[in-house]
């Protein structure tokens, strides 16, 4: 299986290789990661496999074939895409109905039909348990991928019934040849840090670097540190109430903040290497703090990264992330 403009995911390349080479694609993907780590991306090119006609597996998709060249164009009549939007419920019972209905039809040219449902994780229950009637038993023509942020979305019944991948931001190495090529202008160090910020999601950076909002994200980790500081909790409340929404963003800002406390501790240790690009606020840190509170802030740190993981409400969130981050400081 051949992989053009998806970056990165060695390891998912890997096991969808397997099966698609030897014949034994899934007959329903589930493609889970964070927003921009390139899920739908890779759902493109595991549908253009599956119609290209191509002789040699290993080659699919070809790129040239007339299957591969309308599937490009987003005009092949056997891939449907549904869903889209990552609001709760809005994939809706009615559209899970369509697709259901439309699922039993033949294909039209290609020897499958491939039904993307984007953002699956946007279906309520009801919406669930009425795909899970056709994913049970599907027609042996139709094939499914799922796209969602976490498989743990989606109800057990529907994955048990899915063949997984987890597609992972990508590492620097792998990011800054794709973001050079595409962003020739930007600076190489820019594009460095918004691949640490973002945790290597190419989709989240490629926004970032059209419509900016990023800059925002990196002054906010320093400014919530030296908040710290501060006698009362008010200063802390105010920089972490300017916390994004947005979920990739937040844990851009958490890494940093990791990154901070651990510059630190090397300041406390007399070590020169940094990580985060606000020496100054390190110094700050390390000046006053001892090194069991930045020990103890790097946990709570990556504790919080953990709960945001799991979707939790924004303002509970900033909440509970004031009051761990004064704690770890005896506060
Ligand atoms: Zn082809």
Redesign the pocket.
Known sequence: MQFKGFVGNADVKEQLSSLVDSGRMPHALLIEGPSGSGRRTLARIAA?AA????PDRTA??????S??IKAQAGTHPDISFFGGSERARSFSIKTVRELREEGYRRPNEAECRVFVLVNAQAMGTEAQDALLRIIEEPPRHLRFILTCQSRFQLLETIRSRTFALAVKGVTEAEAMPFLRQKFPSAAEQELQTLVRLYGGCLGQIEQALTDGKWKDGLQLAPAIAEALLASGEMALLKETSALPKDAVLIAGVLRELRFLFRDALAVKCGRQERLAPSPETADKLAAALTAQHLVSLIDTVAALETMQRYNINHSLFVTEMCARLRTAIGR
Do not use: D, M, N
């Open positions: 253009q119609v290209c006609s191509h699919r998709p070809c790129g040239t074939c299957h591969c």
